[in-house]
């Protein structure tokens, strides 16, 4: 059996955490998702089968998306959806 599929991907930011998480929080819900769950440096979203983990790490200027799911396709979607809606 064949584990879950999983999409990564990395942007370049320079904003603070706090900023960070904020922005990546309003990305999450503007690709739809509601359960949206913030720690310290992380910010967990789930939606039906598909989980997203964003970490913010300012002091080295990336922010780190990460997605998985049952299938590729829909989490490379979900995942280019937050990322864009973050990019905006």
């Not at 900023?19 to 359960?35: F, P, S, T, Y």
């Amino acid at each position: 059996m064949a584990g879950p599929a999983v999409s990564t991907e990395w942007v370049e930011s320079k904003v603070s955490l706090e900023q960070c998480k904020e922005r990546v929080e309003r990305a999450i819900r503007a690709a739809g998702i509601r359960e949206v769950d913030p720690k310290r440096f992380t910010v967990f979203a789930h939606s039906g089968d598909y989980t997203l983990a964003i970490r913010c790490m300012p002091d080295q200027g990336v922010v780190f998306f990460i997605a998985s799911g049952t299938r590729l396709a829909d989490a490379d979607k979900l995942l280019d959806d937050v990322i864009a809606a973050y990019r905006r």
